[in-house]
Nanobody, 121 residues
Framework: QPRLAESGGGLVQAGGSLRRSCAVSGPTYGDVAMGWFRRAPGKDREFVASIGWSGGTIDYADSVKGRFIVSRDNAKTTVYLQMNSLATEDTAVYYC??????????????WGQGTQVTVSS
C-alpha cells in the first residue's frame, strides 16, 4: 500500500504562495491517483484538487480554481500543490490522499499526516 509523507506548509502573508509536496512510497505509486483536501478551523474537511495517475485527469474545487495548481512528478514519486494568491480563507490543515480522484474524502484509502497552512492578513 502507498505511504504518504507531506511537507511544505507554514505561514505566509495574504497574496503570497506556498508549495505543498506529498512524497509517495510503495510499489503502486505509478498507478495511484491523488487528491488534496483541507480542514479549516470549525469546518469539515473539503476537497481541494485531484490528479489522475498519468496526470491527465485534474480537478479543482471552485474556491481554488485559477489559484492552485496540482501536478505530479512520477520520476520523484511526488505530488505537488502550488498555492498562489493565498487568502486568509485558505488557512487550514492540508492533507494529501491516495487512490482516487473523487471529491469525496470517503473514496480515499490512504492519507498523509496533514500540515498546517496559515495565511495572515
Amino acid at each position: 500500500q502507498p505511504r504518504l509523507a507531506e511537507s511544505g506548509g507554514g505561514l505566509v502573508q495574504a497574496g503570497g504562495s506556498l508549495r505543498r509536496s506529498c512524497a509517495v512510497s510503495g510499489p503502486t505509486y505509478g498507478d495511484v491517483a491523488m487528491g488534496w483536501f483541507r480542514r479549516a478551523p470549525g469546518k469539515d474537511r473539503e476537497f481541494v484538487a485531484s490528479i489522475g495517475w498519468s496526470g491527465g485527469t485534474i480537478d479543482y474545487a471552485d474556491s481554488v480554481k485559477g489559484r492552485f495548481i496540482v501536478s505530479r512528478d512520477n520520476a520523484k514519486t511526488t505530488v505537488y500543490l502550488q498555492m498562489n494568491s493565498l487568502a486568509t480563507e485558505d488557512t487550514a490543515v492540508y492533507y494529501c490522499a491516495a487512490d482516487s480522484v473523487s471529491r469525496s474524502e470517503y473514496e480515499y484509502a490512504y492519507w498523509g499526516q496533514g500540515t498546517q497552512v496559515t495565511v495572515s492578513s
